[in-house]
């Protein structure tokens, strides 16, 4: 089995390698193949990227190279784990639509906006490249927003599924707190990608006991202190929200603390710095405790899991993707790309039943799945007009004034990464 890695050279890349290492049971890769145009930490990556398949007895051999095509050919899967502008861009992203008194986020409001113009046209390119090199091979998106990236990667015909870590993150963490394995929690996962709800968690499977009333009156201090909202939310919800649900439902409080702190891409940035550091280190052969606070935890594990379903023997298993929306959601178009769980095999997700969703829930949905649909409009054809009606939509925006002063800043900051701004 072959894998590819497009943005091998992340500084995310050790943690997809250590999951690899550890569950080369479940994913039995004879070949990885790292691919990235950043050639000086390619080289520092693939260098400890190969010295930890080997202190953990891996046999598969680790690859890496620039090119893109060469490094894509004959593989059964593609993992897309980039980011169009770096760091540097993603500065952007957090910074100048707090000018507007908007959210400074790089996956959601006006700088996620910018991302998805950036990235959809990118991963595009790729992914016919993809096709070309071997028309079987799917594609998993890891690249924010997924959501969109992955709507754009379906409505070309590709074979691909969008992967994110949030509800693997919960599981761990409410397995831990109800002293079970993660095996045993099944999440009622609902939404889009980052505009989720955990409406159920279930000991065994999705017919199985609901423990989210036990989680919530137990734990609740907790949960919520992880998702900087009031205890309140998750009481009078009855549900736990995606931490990013705080941008919603905390708009301005969190506008007035972006303002005061310094950026997440520059803690980011930092950190890179460092971690490349230690991945020079020849002696190096695990992946350093500095990567958690990274960001992406437990990404292996969900990477893994998804890539054995989709290239496995038959088999299936029941996982949180993002995939067609197909009926799943009947308030939402079938073409829409919506994030629960599914079952996934050979064939790809098939999303399982979800319960009618309370109108607190589905009025959000419906509203962010309307801005996503202008949003992609303007990621593939482009134009300030189609930018300024995707702001306009956006529920973090919705007002005239503020959504023509971000479409300028937008396309300010973005001129190089836009063919056609």
Known sequence: MKLAVVGGGSTYTPELIDGFARLRDTLPIGELVLIDPAAE?????????RRIFA??????????????????????AVLV????GGQAARLQDETWPLECGCVGQETTGAGGLAKALRTVPVVLDIAERVRRANPDAWIIDFTNPVGIVTRALLQAGHKAVGLCNVAIGFQRRFAAMLDLTPADIHLDHVGLN?????????KGGPEGENLLPRLIAEHGEAIAADLRLPRAVLDRLGAVPSYYLRYFYAHDEVVR??????????????????????????ALDEKPELLSKRGGAFYSEAAVDLAASLLGDGGSAVQVVNTLNNGTLPFLPDDAVIEVQARVDRSGPAPLAVPRLDPLYSGLVAHVTAYEDLALDAALRGSRERVFKALLAHPLVGQFDL???????????????????
Do not use: C, F
């Open 81 to 84: 784990q980039l980011r169009v």
């Open 41 to 49: 930490r390619l080289e520092l990556i693939g260098g400890l990227a």
């Open 194 to 202: 980052h505009l989720t709800w955990e409406l159920g968690v279930r």
């Open 403 to 421: 959504a023509e002063g971000l479409t300028d800043r937008l396309l300010a900051h973005n001129k190089e990464h836009l063919a056609w701004a």
């Open 55 to 76: 202190k953990q007895g891996h046999p598969g051999r680790i690859t890496t190279t620039s090119d893109l095509d060469a490094g894509v050919a004959d593989a059964d």
């Open 257 to 282: 603390e972006l303002g005061t702190k310094p950026s997440r891409a520059a803690e980011v940035a930092a950190m890179e710095k460092e971690l490349l550091g230690l991945y020079g280190d020849p």
